[in-house]
């Protein structure tokens, strides 16, 4: 690889943005689009980022199996182990009560104190994304899935 083709490869790792990367490589931006695609598909840069990539995510320790347990426990958590509801109020569980398993499917928790005094709101990630995911990854047709568990007319 010539020294430009090296730079991209290490751009490229930045953001996974080919275009962005082959101009931060000093490609012309005019051309990055279709240089980078063409870069792309080059053996020995496919391989260099590949195994970059894989070398990256030894040292953070992100494995396959990691990845799917944390899909899994988003995509099965129960949202009964976070809080407790009525038809006049919610309440929210402490943080010591709620498992760590629960705890990986909230995605972001605010406190919206304000003139009407304390409030909390939480949001948990897209189950329905996730289980698309793993259904895809697990090689599941999701729209196949979905048209079995209708009933036949």
Request: net charge positive.
């Amino acid at each position: 690889m010539t020294p430009r083709q090296q730079f991209f490869v290490l751009e490229y790792l930045i953001d996974l943005n080919a275009t962005g990367a082959a101009i931060r490589a000093g490609y012309s931006p005019r051309s990055a689009q279709t240089q980078s695609a063409m870069l792309l598909r080059r053996p020995e840069i496919a391989s260099a980022i590949r195994e970059a990539m894989a070398d990256r995510a030894r040292r953070i320790g992100i494995t396959r199996q990691r990845v799917l347990d944390e899909y899994t426990r988003i995509a099965f958590a129960d949202m009964r182990l976070l809080a407790d509801w009525g038809p006049k109020k919610i309440a929210f569980k402490g943080a010591a009560e709620i498992s760590e398993d629960t705890a990986a499917a909230i995605a972001f928790i605010a406190d919206l104190t304000g003139q009407r005094g304390r409030r909390l709101t939480f949001k948990t990630f897209d189950k329905r994304k996730v289980l698309e995911c793993l259904a895809r990854i697990l090689g599941m047709n999701v729209i196949e899935l979905e048209s079995r568990a209708l009933p036949h007319a």
